[in-house]
Nanobody, 118 residues
Framework: QVQFVESGGGLVRPGGSLRLSCAAS????????MGWYRQAPGKQRVLVAS???????SYADSVQGRFTISRDNAKNTMYLQMNSLKPEDTAVYYC????????????WGQGTQVTVSS
């Protein structure tokens, strides 16, 4: 069974940090590239970071230099370390396969809310 469970969100002040976690089904996790997506109110969901099976990473310009994606294949878990957070980072964050054309449309999780506000 395919399942993505995101956690670690919260309310943080501008300039603060959060670490998100994504627990994924083993059957799909170890064999695919994975990504973190976010959806801000009134906007489409977008891919902000991705990581291949071997650990090659890619970032959207808006988070480059501030966010770090990583994965632990042995634990079927992916992480997103978010530093220097800005109000515009406020969104619900999701994990799924990457790039977006490979995202499993029927298996989006609940996501985890990140709110950056003073």
């Amino acid at each position: 069974q395919v399942q993505f469970v995101e956690s670690g969100g919260g309310l943080v002040r501008p300039g603060g940090s959060l670490r998100l976690s994504c627990a994924a089904s083993g059957r799909i996790f170890s064999g695919t590239a994975m990504g973190w997506y976010r959806q801000a109110p009134g906007k489409q969901r977008v891919l902000v970071a991705s990581i291949t099976r071997s650990g090659t990473t890619s970032y959207a310009d808006s988070v480059q230099g501030r966010f770090t994606i990583s994965r632990d294949n042995a634990k079927n878990t992916m992480y997103l370390q978010m530093n220097s957070l800005k109000p515009e980072d406020t969104a619900v964050y999701y994990c799924n396969q990457a790039p977006s054309v490979y995202a499993l449309a029927d298996y989006w999780g609940q996501g985890t809310q990140v709110t950056v506000s003073s």
